[in-house]
């Protein structure tokens, strides 16, 4: 089965809120990574965290991992509507093959 | 500095033609990874090359598909006689170096296939 199953699906809130959106795996992992990708276009990185890391931050970002329980979450604070897109988290097996979740659909509204 | 590069953007094609869909890795890039998307899915890996080697291609289907990264020129995956199922995104990242489980993957806009 597919390595990475994210939740929820879609997600809508209001621009200015928070989101979070959570990432499940399966077998041992040597770090976990988020992407986003907008409508129509390729995905983008936005932060990889490695198995040693309980926490980190980019910006408006902040990931966590919980490896005891193989998960994940994707905080972004202070929504804005260019936040609008597709997140998927992906975790890597064999020489390099990034395996991905189903994606959670985010929609801010203004 | 030009990122990875994917051409045509958009193709069209009738049941039995063949697509062909390229891949220009970044600058200094020598590792080429193909993944398919399918409509409300996530990404799907197909095949990791280096140049003139297939080092992974378990996600390949056992027919009709090929791909190649020659010494020289973008990375070709070739769909032969296409289905409908076929339609789909097709995404290329590349990388810097392989083997390294840190190593990042920088992904291309896609070429998203319609077969008719």
């Known amino acids: 089965s597919q390595q990475g199953e994210e939740d929820p699906q879609a997600l809508s809130i209001q621009e200015g809120e928070n989101a979070t959106m959570n990432c499940s795996y399966k077998?041992?992992?040597?770090?976990l990574q988020w992407y986003r990708q907008n409508s129509g276009r390729g995905l983008v990185h936005l932060i990889l965290?490695?198995?040693?890391?309980r926490e980190k931050h980019s910006g408006r970002l902040r990931v966590t991992l919980d490896t005891s329980k193989k998960s994940s979450s994707l905080l972004i604070t202070a929504s804005r509507a260019a936040d609008t897109a597709s997140y998927f988290c992906?975790?890597?097996?064999?020489?390099?093959?990034?395996?991905f979740g189903q994606g959670t659909r985010l929609t801010i509204n203004p | 500095n030009a990122g990875v590069m994917q051409n045509p953007r958009h193709l069209v094609r009738r049941r039995g033609q063949e697509a062909r869909l390229r891949c220009s890795p970044m600058?200094?890039?020598?590792?080429v990874y193909w993944y398919r998307q399918l409509p409300e899915e996530g990404l799907k890996f197909m095949v990791y090359?280096?140049?003139?080697?297939?080092?992974?291609e378990s996600g390949m289907p056992k027919e009709r598909f090929s791909a190649e990264f020659p010494k020289e020129g973008p990375s070709i995956l070739r769909i032969q006689q296409v289905v409908r199922g076929d339609s789909a995104a097709y995404f290329c990242?590349?990388?810097?170096?392989?083997?390294?489980?840190?190593?990042?993957?920088?992904f291309g806009p896609g070429t998203r296939l319609t077969v008719l």
């Open positions: 990242a590349s990388s810097r170096q392989g083997g390294r489980r840190n190593n990042e993957q920088f």
């Open positions: 077998t041992s992992i040597n770090n």
């Open positions: 965290i490695r198995s040693n890391e």
């Open positions: 992906a975790t890597i097996q064999g020489a390099q093959k990034l395996v």
């Open positions: 600058k200094g890039h020598s590792h």
């Open positions: 090359l280096q140049k003139e080697n297939i080092i992974d």
